[in-house]
């Protein structure tokens, strides 16, 4: 747990949490940015939905009658470019969280995206100091490898398909950062998601 020392005591930081799919060979998506590969059938989809709703595209939850659900982990959702503007993508896909884009052209949002442009490191350490939920980290991989040093938390669900190539975990350099595995849970689709806390 992160804590932050303030003029009225040690107040819990928001933590950001990196929650992805990722394949046995480390890729996030293919080179294309898309993700057909995935496995979306099995009991991994009820059982990791049920726990992390608020990481539905709003559209789907809607579809599946949580349009109402209260935030269970995340208040907030920060994406690059790339993920943002997925192929077949919505312009606001996660309205019922506070949507943020790192990017420094991107021009053309709805009103509830709001665009980083500079000092991202900065501006998500602002976050964390905020009062709320979690920051939920949903990529891309050059954006994970430049917020590194400020990850707490990686929920990975590795899925068992290999792409060969495609748009890393982590894609660019990065410090040696170790993590400590705190939960895993197997699923018979083949599924693993993992847990992983910073040291």
Not at 43 to 53: K, Q, R, S, T, V
Request: aromatic share 10%; charged share 25%; proline share 5%.
């Amino acid at each position: 747990m992160s804590w932050l020392k303030t003029s009225e005591g040690m107040v819990r930081m928001r933590k950001l949490v990196y929650y992805v799919a990722v394949t046995l060979d480390g890729f996030i998506a293919a080179e294309d940015g898309t993700f057909d590969g995935f496995v979306f059938e099995g009991d991994h989809m009820e059982g990791i939905n049920a726990e992390y709703p608020d990481t539905l595209p709003t559209q789907f939850r809607s579809a599946l009658g949580l349009q109402d659900a209260p935030n269970r982990n995340f208040d907030t959702v920060l994406m690059g470019r790339n993920t943002y503007q997925v192929p077949g993508g919505l312009p606001s896909p996660y309205a019922h969280l506070r949507q943020f884009v790192v990017s420094s052209s991107l021009i053309d949002t709805p009103h509830d995206v709001a665009v980083i442009r500079q000092d991202v490191a900065g501006r998500v350490r602002e976050l964390k100091e905020e009062d709320g939920l979690d920051i939920w980290l949903c990529g891309g991989g050059k954006l994970a490898a430049e917020l590194l040093p400020l990850i707490d938390k990686l929920l990975l669900k590795i899925h068992p398909v290999v792409f060969g190539r495609g748009i890393p975990l982590f894609d660019g350099k990065a410090d040696i950062t170790k993590f400590r595995r705190t939960d895993a849970r197997l699923f018979e689709s083949g599924v693993s998601f993992m847990t992983y806390e910073r040291s």
